[in-house]
């Protein structure tokens, strides 16, 4: 708790400076009528400055952004089911493994469908001895044109029967249809397989997209190649650059929104995994090269934006040395200027109307700043080594006497006033 207490200290120390100078600055304003010497004496009393911080207004880009979530998806995913049935011999990949189109992944019992295909075989040599024969004596006059036909016909069905056999001997070996990776495997050495049976899934990591769903009045908005930021809770330290590939022709009824699909870069998708949760900024809309100011500096009243900027005040037009505090730091007049926004991102905003290039926009204490205020520029650590530590009960006893001396000061005014009068 000390720890906690002493970091707070020297920002209650900063504002309650602020707050000392802003009463005593409303003290100021009130307006004295008396004697000549009364206003003599008034005109050579000190001056006080408010402290603000400030920055210059800055040029920059500024973009819209939609912002939603979604999970990553495989374009090409695939279920591995049996056409084969028997027992499992063996099972050839594991969940993660990497595996090429074609690769070997489960085999099935094969004794049963190698003998089918010996006895197609014999059947296919014993039709086309036939057919021969049944040829040859139609050629020589002797049969007849039906028998010929028959024997072709039986022929040509015995073919059939050993393609089949063959097919079912093939079907008794898994392959991997796709090249990608195994998310997740059934097949156990030794199961009974039947066909239909799920055995593995995979996914192809070249076809991980990010699918999101943008609602319908922002559909002018879109276009292919449409840059999207995405940020992976896996990778929290990186941001993924996607952009749009896909733009749905239709709009879901039941939600009003289009779906998009955005493509990562092909050096980023070894790192991403299926469904993996990610959050989505999508650049709707780009303004290049415009005026920029901290979002903290805006003011708004009723409906309306508005901003201090600081005039510096001209030698001259005032005597400087009437003002306490300064330590050799310029005096500014602050302006209240009404603006007109733009975009909007993060911490800045767009200023299409009302901030002026080359001046010093308010952006720390503008919210007790008065019209014509004299003030100076600092910051906490400028303003801390100008001033003697002191503890937080010192720094209310200062600001008590401070309020005490000023009440004193407008009481004793008053009451020369009304005696001169």
Do not use: W
Request: negative net charge; charged residues 25%.
């Amino acid at each position: 708790m000390g720890q906690l207490f002493m970091k707070k200290l020297p920002c209650f120390v900063f504002l309650l400076f602020g707050l000392t100078f802003t009463i005593i600055l409303q003290g100021c304003d009130s307006p004295v009528e008396g004697t000549v010497e009364d206003s003599v004496a008034l005109a050579e009393a000190p001056l006080f400055v408010v402290p603000v911080q400030a920055a210059p207004p800055k040029r920059g880009d500024i973009s819209a952004f939609f912002e939603t979530t979604s999970r990553i998806e495989a374009q090409n995913r695939v279920e591995i089911l049996s056409k084969g049935a028997g027992q499992c011999l063996s099972v050839n990949a594991e969940v993660g493994d990497t595996v090429e189109a074609g690769q070997v992944l489960v085999e099935l019992e094969r004794d049963e469908f190698n003998a089918q295909i010996r006895q197609a075989q014999v059947a296919v040599q014993q039709q086309k001895t036939a057919y021969e024969i049944a040829k040859r004596s139609y050629e020589e006059g002797i049969g007849a044109s039906a028998e010929r036909d028959n024997m072709k016909f039986a022929y040509e069905q015995a073919l059939a029967n050993l393609d089949v056999a063959e097919l079912k001997l093939r079907n008794q070996t898994v392959y991997a249809p796709i090249s990608g990776i195994i998310t997740h495997r059934l097949a156990q050495e030794g199961m009974v397989v039947s066909p239909g049976m799920p055995l593995f899934s995979m996914v192809d990591p070249g076809s991980y997209t990010l699918p999101v769903n943008i609602p319908e009045k922002d559909l002018a908005r879109l276009k292919l190649g449409q840059e999207a930021q995405a940020s992976i809770d896996a990778f929290p330290d990186r941001v993924f650059v996607t952009r749009v590939s896909r733009i749905n022709p239709s709009i879901d009824p039941l939600s009003g929104t289009v779906r998009v699909l955005l493509d990562f870069a092909e050096e980023d998708k070894a790192l991403l995994r299926d469904s993996a949760f990610a959050r989505v900024r999508l650049v709707m809309e780009v303004h290049p090269d415009v005026v920029l100011i901290p979002r903290d500096a805006i003011i708004e009243e009723e409906g309306r934006k508005y901003i201090f900027l600081l005039d510096p005040v001209e030698d001259g037009s005032v005597d400087l040395e009437r003002f306490t505090g300064l330590n050799g730091r310029p005096v500014y007049q602050a302006r209240r200027v009404e603006i007109k926004t733009g975009l909007e991102q993060s911490e800045v905003v767009e200023v299409t109307q009302g901030a002026e290039e080359g001046t010093m926009v308010v952006t720390l204490g503008q919210h007790t700043l008065k019209e014509d205020a004299y003030v100076m520029i600092t910051n906490l650590e400028e303003e801390m080594s100008f001033r003697s530590p002191m503890s937080p009960q010192e720094a209310l006893v200062e600001a008590e006497k401070n309020r005490d001396a000023l009440v004193s000061t407008e009481s004793s005014g008053s009451s020369d006033l009304g005696m001169s009068l």
